[in-house]
């Protein structure tokens, strides 16, 4: 139980163009969803936390309105990344998180590769 | 200003043995979180533990533990008889506490273990 998948694995757009990464909680309700971002052999960054029918929250220096998420259900969650430029190129990884009871616990995505040329 | 630090770039353990990866913070927040997350070779993030600043005990999660000593700031994980299959990059991260600006997660660089048979 407990699966995450990332639509799409991998993608390469032309800059300038606009790209929607899908996050599904395949097997439970996720009150709560994140996306990280990570550069090649580096850490993570998280971008931002999303609840379910409310805005997302962003980290300090992740610009909102060119890194669009929508939580629309408890099982989905989606990340766009508008006007795509070579320097969003990397490693976008989502995770969700259950409900009451779970605590802490999240669970990952397998990540999705954005190249952009 | 919240700061991670994991001091040990690559970790050698034998199988079976135990192993501690290092992990330090800074924060003035008084609530926050830590966390400890394991990256395999093939990319997909997994969450192994979570320790809340106020938590008496500390945590522990199967062959993992969290050796929280607060008043040193250090959130050390201990894997208990090492597998081959825990050869990973192992990533200590903190969740500060609601203050100006808000939730911040940062990550620590990371730690890559290496088990030997």
């Known amino acids: 139980g407990a699966v995450v998948s990332q639509h799409p694995s991998r993608v390469i757009c032309k800059s300038g163009t606009s790209v929607k990464i899908e996050c599904r909680s395949l097997?439970?309700?996720?009150?709560?969803m994140f996306w990280y971002r990570q550069f090649p052999k580096q850490s993570l960054m998280l971008m931002a936390t999303?609840?379910?029918?409310?805005?997302?929250?962003?980290e300090q220096g992740v610009e909102k309105d060119k890194f669009l998420i929508n939580h629309a259900s408890l099982t989905l969650s989606t990340l766009t990344v508008t006007s795509a430029h070579p320097e969003d190129s990397s490693f976008y990884i989502c995770?969700?998180?259950?409900?009451?009871?779970?605590?802490?616990?999240?669970?990952f995505g397998p990540g999705t590769r954005l190249l952009v040329l | 200003a919240q700061k991670i630090t994991q001091t040990q770039p690559g970790m050698f353990v034998q199988e079976k043995e135990a192993v501690t990866l290092d992990c330090t913070y800074d924060?003035?927040?008084?609530?926050?979180?830590l966390f400890w997350y394991k990256q395999p070779s093939s990319g997909e993030m997994i969450f192994l533990i979570y320790?809340?600043?106020?938590?008496?005990q500390n945590a522990t999660e199967g062959r993992y533990s969290l050796n929280f000593q607060k008043a040193r700031k250090s959130a050390n994980l201990v894997i208990s008889a090492s597998q081959l299959g825990d050869s990973a990059m192992y990533f200590c991260?903190?969740?500060?506490?609601?203050?100006?600006?808000?939730?911040?997660?940062?990550f620590g660089a990371g730690t890559r273990l290496f088990v030997k048979a």
């Open positions: 991260a903190m969740r500060g506490g609601l203050s100006a600006g808000g939730f911040k997660t940062i």
């Open positions: 097997d439970f309700q996720a009150t709560t």
């Open positions: 320790q809340g600043s106020y938590d008496q």
């Open positions: 924060t003035s927040d008084p609530s926050y979180g």
């Open positions: 995770s969700a998180r259950p409900g009451q009871g779970a605590g802490e616990t999240q669970y």
């Open positions: 999303s609840n379910e029918g409310s805005k997302a929250t962003y």
